[in-house]
């Protein structure tokens, strides 16, 4: 018989190790020694990726400055509508990182962080500069056109499909118990069950094939992972 689950699991990803990777990626590529985060808004799990990143940066390099800005930010009425949904405001926000002196940004913003990707393309051109963007949750070198393809330095991926896969996994391990419940706990899951961190950026070969190859073991032997 199939077990009875007396409750559902809850599953998180450490938002902050993938950061770590792109901070990591970011610093190893960066020509100006500065490096910017578009958030989307101060959430818990957006600011897990603010922290790694900059975590990753520095471990590159110390002396790397680190800029964060956000879509929008919390008010006395609650949370911006707009603050995952703006590719306009995503495109300002990266655009002043750009203007500053960042050339590599990563955003955790939502749809609104494909407007990193418009101010990728656009301020390389009018600054005479490479500008790369970095995404995030999917592989988004295959969610953006030819132009912006050029910017990506790569994206990280929330392997939400591993997560899933594992949960229904560890639901169907039936113990010794008489009432054949499969326990239900949190489960984190972080760079160690994901094969893939990095998404795969065939136009820009070697900045991430280095990283990916280098720098990856190197993070996860800091991680502890």
């Not at 912006?148 to 118990?177: C, G």
């Not at 054949?180 to 899951?189: D, E, G, I, P």
Request: hydrophobic share 45%; net charge negative.
């Amino acid at each position: 018989s199939r077990p009875v689950l007396a409750r559902g699991e809850p599953a998180f990803i450490r938002n902050e190790q993938g950061g770590f990777l792109a901070g990591a990626a970011a610093a190893m590529n960066s020509q100006t020694g500065v490096v910017g985060f578009v958030g989307g808004l101060r959430l818990e799990g957006i600011e897990e990726f603010r922290a790694g990143f900059e975590a990753g940066a520095r471990h590159i390099d110390p002396q790397i400055e680190v800029l964060a800005t956000y879509v929008e930010e919390r008010t006395d009425t609650g949370i911006g509508a707009d603050a995952f949904a703006r590719t306009d405001l995503g495109d300002d926000r990266a655009t002043t990182l750009y203007d500053i002196g960042a050339d590599v940004v990563f955003h955790a913003a939502g749809f609104s962080g494909f407007g990193v990707f418009d101010a990728a393309v656009r301020e390389s051109d009018e600054q005479g500069r490479q500008l790369w963007a970095i995404g995030v949750d999917n592989d988004q070198w295959f969610q953006v056109d030819r132009d912006q393809q050029d910017h990506m330095l790569t994206s990280v991926i929330k392997r939400a499909d591993v997560a899933a896969f594992e949960l229904v996994r560890a639901m169907l391990v039936v113990d010794d118990e008489p009432d054949r419940q499969a326990r239900a706990v949190v489960r984190r899951f972080g760079l160690a069950p994901l094969a893939r961190p990095f998404g795969r950026c065939p136009r820009c070969n070697g900045p991430v094939g280095e990283v990916a190859k280098a720098d990856v073991p190197r993070a996860k032997k800091l991680l502890g992972l």
